[in-house]
């Protein structure tokens, strides 16, 4: 049943990659443009040098039409590796500064780090599949499931407990995350055996210290900051 669960939770992470972050049509022109696409759209083509550069800047500009029509991390990660070609264009000439080269690795750091939301799903998912649901996961497995599970878990709880007055435009990715994350938590603490439950859960329990520690320590410092 852990194994099943496992499989379940990681199908739901997978597939918050592909589906909407929030709903446009639940409210209407409110949140029609909620990532504020459309005003970027227009500072770039105010831009006097647009002309100069429209070439360069047209798969970008591209892109960013298809993530502000369909907002999903997969759309988000397309205008991510765009935007870092133009980085990676100006950095070439020789003659941009050297925050260049820092976003440019910051950009494919991104882009990485989205297409881990559908691998780990996916790999979650079917990887019981193989074994047909047999055999147990050992400690590595279990901590990496609970841990995976609690990022995705925390990710999708900042913008439903952070934002509560954006709930009802949130959409469905959101909603997989976070039931596909809470799932792998499940299956990661229920599918301990006799022998390794107290090294398991003790791990499991340090991991979950660690993620409210530095979410404490992150807020702390975002108040002092203010």
Not at 131 to 156: E, I, N, Q, W
Not at 160 to 174: C, M, Y
Request: glycine fraction near 10%.
């Amino acid at each position: 049943m852990t194994k099943v669960t496992a499989s379940i939770g990681g199908a739901l992470l997978a597939a918050s990659f592909f589906l909407p972050l929030v709903d446009v049509r639940a409210g209407g022109p409110a949140t029609a443009d909620v990532f504020g696409v459309e005003a970027m759209r227009r500072h770039i083509e105010g831009s006097r040098e647009l002309d100069s550069v429209k070439p360069l800047i047209a798969p970008a500009l591209q892109q960013l039409d298809s993530f502000g029509a369909g907002p999903s991390l997969r759309n988000l990660s397309r205008l991510v590796a765009a935007t870092k070609e133009i980085v990676d264009t100006v950095v070439a000439t020789g003659v941009a500064p050297a925050e260049a080269q820092v976003a440019s690795t910051a950009l494919g750091t991104t882009r990485l780090a989205l297409w881990l939301v559908p691998v780990v799903g996916a790999f979650q998912a079917v990887i019981p599949l193989l074994t047909r649901f047999r055999g147990y996961a050992g400690f590595f497995g279990l901590v990496a499931r609970f841990s995976c599970g609690l990022l995705f878990v925390t990710l999708a709880l900042i913008p439903l407990l952070g934002a509560p007055e954006a709930r009802p435009f949130l959409g469905s990715a959101v909603y997989a995350a976070l039931f596909g994350g809470g799932l792998m938590m499940v299956a990661g603490v229920c599918g301990v055996t006799r022998d390794n439950f107290v090294l398991v859960l003790a791990a499991q329990a340090a991991v979950f210290a660690a993620m409210v520690f530095g979410l404490w320590s992150l807020v702390e410092a975002a108040q002092r900051a203010l």
